[in-house]
Structure formats: C-alpha cells, structure tokens
C-alpha cells in the first residue's frame, strides 16, 4: 500500500491515478483544505478504482497513526501542505505549522511503523534568487519567504533522518512550474479565489471570468523582457513520482532531484501558446515586477534522467491544451 498525503490536490491526484495504473493500491490523506472530495470520483472514472481516503489532518497524530494501524504502508508521496507564497507572507506561523509539524508528525509516524520509504514534494524554490539557471542539485540553497523556507526545512529535516538512521530512503523532488491537466480532462487545477500563479490566471482571462492578465515586468534581460520559467505538463511530473517511488524501494539515502524540462518559457510565449490552443486573444497589459520573482528559472533534468529515467515528454502546447480543455470542461459541469 502507498499513502498518498494531499492525494486529492492538484499534483497529488494526478500521480494517484499513474499509481493505481501501475498497480499499486492506494490510500489517500487529505483534509481537503484545498480540494475537493468529488476528485475521487473523477479517479475512479480515469481508473475503475476507487482509492482509499482518510478525511484527516497531518496535524492530528493520533488520525496518522490509525491509517498506519489499520493498513500496510510501505511508502509514502508527501505533498500535503500550503503553497501559496503571497499568503506566506501574510500568516507565516499557518505555514510553519502546517507543513513542518504536519511532516514531522508523518515522519514520527512513519519511523513508529517502520515504513522508512518517502518522496517528499519540494520546489526550485529552494534554490533562491541568486542562482544561474540551468539549476542543478548541488547549488547553495536558500529562502526568501516562509513558504520557501518550510520545503528548505523539510529538506534539511529529511537528511537529517537519514544521517540518524541510513535505513531510510529519501527523494526529494524538487518541482518546476507544474501546468496543465490531465488529458481526459477530468482533473486539473482550480484554485480558489483569484489565481496567483500565470497559467491559472490566464486560463481564467480565457475563459471570460478575468478581464485581462497583468504581466508582472518587461525589462528583464530575457528573449523579450519578461520572466522566463521552466514549466512542465503536470503528467509528466505525476509519472517522475512512480519512477522515484520505485528508486526509493532499491536504493536507500538521501537525493534531491529537479524535476523540470530543462526549457525556459517567457510570459509572453506561454501567452502565445495560450492564445493558439484557446482560440482566443488573451488581452494583457505590463505593469511592474512582482516583488522577489528572478527573471530566469530552469532546471538542469540530467540527475532525473540519470537516477529516475525521466524525461519529461510533452510540449508547452499540450499544456496549455490541456489547461483549456480542462477549464472548458469544468466550467460546463
Ligand atoms: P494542492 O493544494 O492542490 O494539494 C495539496 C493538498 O494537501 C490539498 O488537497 C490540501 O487539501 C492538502 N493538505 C494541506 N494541508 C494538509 C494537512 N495538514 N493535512 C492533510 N491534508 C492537507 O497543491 P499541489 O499544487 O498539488 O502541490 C502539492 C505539493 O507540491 C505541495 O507540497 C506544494 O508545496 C508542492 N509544490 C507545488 C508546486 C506548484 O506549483 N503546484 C510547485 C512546487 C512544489
Ligand atoms: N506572472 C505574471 N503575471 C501573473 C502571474 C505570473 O506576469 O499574474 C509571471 C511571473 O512574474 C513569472 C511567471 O509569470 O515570471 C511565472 O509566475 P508563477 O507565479 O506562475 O510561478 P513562479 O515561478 O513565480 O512560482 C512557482 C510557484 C512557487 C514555486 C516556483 C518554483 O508559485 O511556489 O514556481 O517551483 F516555488
């Protein structure tokens, strides 16, 4: 059995339905603080299977360990926690409450059952503002607000573990830009609220529910002035999660690993490849730069390639296909 924490939010349910295609049984913690609980309805759909949910909170030990007690793990994807940058910033001690004592309580519990397999949902966040893209894993972290600091927490934590305990087996994935949605578009992202994040965003512009999209700076030393970002189809992502999964199970330690393409996008060309898939003009006006945003991250995939044998496969525009048809999709239901 797999747990799955945050198995019903965005990143998480695509990579429940790769699992259950692999054929591994599933077993899902979420608290559905951001996701809905009729995603289990749209997996059993995609798969025929319909995975095992706990409505629960990381942050109650004692419901943790019942999932332990009452099923076999024997590894654990980690993504549950708050991912909001802005909102970090505005109540920190939420962040550091819920993604570190909810990680903590995992690992305790973890350790308690003997299940000492764990892939952990990062970010190129850590690699901070002062690094030069194309990234790779042994570069000098750093933070530059609570959310970021809480996957650099968690990063350092989980080799921590291991330096206490080599028994352990530890991939830390650090996620690009994630975009699009899955290709039966039954699952996708659907942020609550205005979206802070450019494809969501322009989604919505598409789609009529946003008047236009505010471009965050054009005088960066960039193709065309805007920030360019390292965005990957978030099946291909789902799909480094089942091939890390099966690392963790042969090799023990600890590794950081990008998960990325190795290709930078503009603003103005994901625009662009909008604009195609959509079939509509996405009207746009330039304003200032978004405070603490650096004008090119890309990863450097080769240790995935390498470790993992992955390589992310689908095309700018097939994410923003998949982004559309899944907003036109929900947006009838
Ligand atoms: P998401 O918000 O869609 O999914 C997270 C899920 O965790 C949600 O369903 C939420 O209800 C659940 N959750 C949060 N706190 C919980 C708690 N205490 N107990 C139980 N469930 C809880 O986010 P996502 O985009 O799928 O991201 C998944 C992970 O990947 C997060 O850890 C995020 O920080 C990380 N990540 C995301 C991105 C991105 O751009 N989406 C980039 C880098 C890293
Ligand atoms: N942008 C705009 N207008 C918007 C939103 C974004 O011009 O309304 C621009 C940004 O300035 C940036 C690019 O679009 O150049 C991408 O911005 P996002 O907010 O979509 O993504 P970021 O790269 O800023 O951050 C994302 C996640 C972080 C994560 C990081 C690295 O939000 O949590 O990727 O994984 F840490």
Redesign the pocket.
Known sequence: MILVTGGTGYIGSHTVVQLIEAGHDVVIIDNLSNSKLDVLDKIQEITGVRPLFYHIDLLNMDDVERVFNQNEIKAVIHFAGF?A?GESVQIPMAYYQNNITGTLNLCMIMDKYKCKNIVFSS???VYGLNNISPLTEDLPLSATNP??QTKLMIENILKDIYVSDDEWSISLLR???PIGAHHSSLLGENPRGIP????P?IAQVAEGSLEK?????DDYDTIDG????DYIHVEDLARGHILALNYVFKHKGVEAINLGTGNGSS?LEVIKAYEKECGKAIPYEIVAR?AG?VDI?FANPQKAKDLLKWEATKTLDEMCRDSWNFMVTTRKS
């Not at 802070?196 to 494809?199: A, I």
């Open positions: 991912k940058v970010s190129a966040t959310y970021g996620y690009f830009n802070n994040n450019l494809v965003y999209l505010k471009v965050f700076g805007t920030g360019v970002r603003v978004r945003d991250c």
